[in-house]
């Protein structure tokens, strides 16, 4: 039998364990709770989680310009989501610390004064809904069974503790903002991944550097040799800045490649950019006015790139 | 010497110079205006409202009001109400803090805005020097100005002249009541509400007053929280059902979508920054 949109989106909710909340329940989320199960852990209604979603998606269609959106995780296993989000979506992403004022503040640099704001988690994001309760911004949050309902205007009943249903949740939201402004129908269905917006952690980010990074141990190896050739012709490159670029691949390709984070996300995200992460920093400093103004930043890569690896290592091993 | 300023218990020769400050409290109307010709000229509006304001789209405070918007900007009000605010400055009051080499004094200094017509604000501003608490003063109680609902006594004629109900206003011990006054009686209170009821434009109120009403602050606080209170009431006229506007962020997008130049460099660097991250 053919599911129904509905009835997929909430097979995926309960395998992601949206519908799972906390041992605590507030009293004004009694609304959404299904039943209380024998662990003591209150089961949320994930019908009326969808019903939810489909009403915050309206509002955030509603607001005509999408930059007036502004999306916040200061949880880690929101963040990726919430930039995801707000890449597809045109809203604008808070991911990590609210710096108080950001809403009230109009001499900070960081103001902005949004028409909506979008939080993961009312208890860990109390400062925002603070600030938007000040400045008039209406408010959508996804909200556990014992989260506080405090100036949170439409509340999305929800498990916001794991990272799956974090990553699910934001992911069905921005479809569901994308089928109604029309950019995904039927028959243009969202091509995006729900894994997109899972939070990775670092270790896991690593191994999947490492298998990226087993291809591309040849590639600098080759492109160490040409700017040493082209040093004293070329005029972007100047004689030190080379020099410094082949020692340190040359010194730790394996472990740097290995345990590079940094340099990996570069890899992965830049299509064009075959080689790795060192390279996809000059194509984009040269068009500026010259080198002399680029080289401090480059040397600060320099600077930076081998302490980077080797300072991500013990964090992470 | 000795007893000026050195000893711990020097409490009464500081509060023989604070007497002799309040000789400028009737005298300073107004304040220097003279050299700020050219600052008022050059704003640059910071926030959402103001930019709407300066091009224009706003057509009256009242419509701010409508919004529960908050105004960030003094100039915002300036524009509105500009050349029919005057200001008033009720009090400098030194208070002090006591240090390890004497007392830190600074001019606390109450400041009230209005137009005579349905506009008054208050700020209360302290400073180390008297005319920067009274300019800040001034900058503050621009922006709390606040609309004031005037009502009839009895018939219906002519303009509105008094409160449109007994309303009452706190603040610390000090507590503050108007009641409507037929045409003509005049503001019947003290020196100091009278002075902020005259600036909100009221012609005739009763008043009462209880608690410590010495201290002027609390009392002209009180006296503002009463008019704040004068729309807060329902009265049968307003039972209708309200027609919802679109608030002016909403009416106006497309002109705020604009982008000033230095937030469109912000954006490009943080989309940088962020993507990079990831």
């Known amino acids: 039998m053919a599911l129904s949109q509905k009835e997929r989106d909430v097979q995926m909710m309960l395998a992601a364990a949206v519908h799972l909340g906390t041992k605590n329940c507030d009293f004004q989320m009694e609304r959404y709770v299904w039943k209380r199960r024998s662990d003591g852990i209150f089961i949320i209604n994930v019908g009326k989680t969808w019903e939810k979603l489909q009403l915050a998606a309206r509002v955030i269609v509603a607001i005509e310009n999408p930059q007036d959106i502004i999306v916040q995780s200061a949880r880690p296993y929101g963040q990726r989501a919430v930039l995801k989000f707000a890449q597809y979506t045109g809203a604008q992403a808070i991911a990590g610390r609210h710096t108080p004022g950001t809403f009230t503040n109009q001499l900070q640099n960081s103001f902005c004064e949004p028409r909506l704001l979008i939080l993961t988690d009312p208890r860990t994001d109390h400062q925002p809904i603070r600030e938007a309760a000040l400045g008039n911004i209406p408010t959508i949050a996804f909200c556990d069974t014992d989260s506080p309902m405090r100036h949170v205007d439409i509340a999305i009943p929800a498990n916001n503790k794991g990272k799956h249903s974090i990553g699910c949740l934001f992911w069905l939201l921005a479809r569901m903002v994308l089928q109604m402004r029309g950019t995904v129908t039927a028959a243009q269905p969202w091509d995006v991944m729900v894994d997109l917006f899972f939070y990775r952690e670092p270790e896991e980010a690593k191994e999947r550097e490492e298998e990226e990074g087993a291809v591309q141990e040849f590639a600098p190896t080759e492109y160490v040799a040409p700017p040493l050739t082209f040093a004293p012709a070329d005029a972007q490159w100047e004689g030190a800045v080379p020099g410094q670029w082949e020692s340190e691949p040359a010194v730790a390709i394996p472990g740097d490649l290995a345990g590079a984070p940094v340099a990996a996300e570069w890899t992965a995200a830049p299509a064009p950019m075959q080689a790795g992460g060192w390279d996809a920093i000059p194509p984009s400093i040269p068009p500026a006015a010259g080198w002399d103004s680029a080289a401090p930043i480059a040397s600060g890569w320099e600077a930076a790139g081998p302490q980077a690896p080797t300072g991500w290592d013990p964090a992470h091993l | ?278």
């Open chain 2, 1 to 278: 010497m000795a007893e000026r300023g050195g000893e711990r218990g020097g409490f009464g020769r500081g509060f023989g110079r604070g007497r002799g400050g309040d000789r400028g409290r009737g005298d300073r109307r107004g304040g220097r205006r003279g050299p700020r010709r050219e600052e008022e000229e050059k704003w640059v509006p910071v926030t959402k409202l103001g930019r709407l304001v300066k091009d224009g789209k706003i057509r009256s405070l009242e419509q701010i009001y409508l919004f529960s918007l908050p105004i960030k900007e003094h100039q915002i009000v300036e524009f509105f109400l500009g050349p029919a605010l005057k200001d008033e400055v009720m009090k400098i009051m030194p208070v002090q803090k006591q240090t390890r080499a004497g007392q830190r004094t600074r001019f606390k200094a109450f400041v009230v805005v209005g137009d005579n017509n349905g506009h008054v604000g208050l700020g209360v501003k302290c400073s180390k020097e008297v005319a920067t608490a009274i300019r800040g003063g001034i900058i503050l109680a621009k922006l709390s100005v606040i609309p004031v609902r005037r009502g009839y006594w009895g018939n219906k004629i002519g303009k509105p002249h008094t409160v449109p109900c007994k309303v009452t206003g706190k603040c610390g011990s000090v507590t503050v009541r108007l009641v409507p006054a037929p045409r003509g009686s005049g503001i019947v209170a003290a020196r100091v509400p009278k002075k902020v009821l005259q600036f909100a434009g009221i012609e005739d109120v009763f008043t009462s007053s209880r608690g410590s009403t010495k201290t002027l602050g609390n009392f002209v606080k009180a006296t503002f929280e009463c008019l704040l209170k004068t729309y807060g009431f329902l009265t049968p006229d307003l039972w209708r059902e309200t027609r919802f506007l679109k608030s002016p962020f909403q009416e106006f997008t497309d002109v705020l979508a604009k982008p000033t130049k230095i937030s469109v460099l912000e954006d490009v660097e943080k989309t940088q920054f962020i993507e990079n991250a990831f």
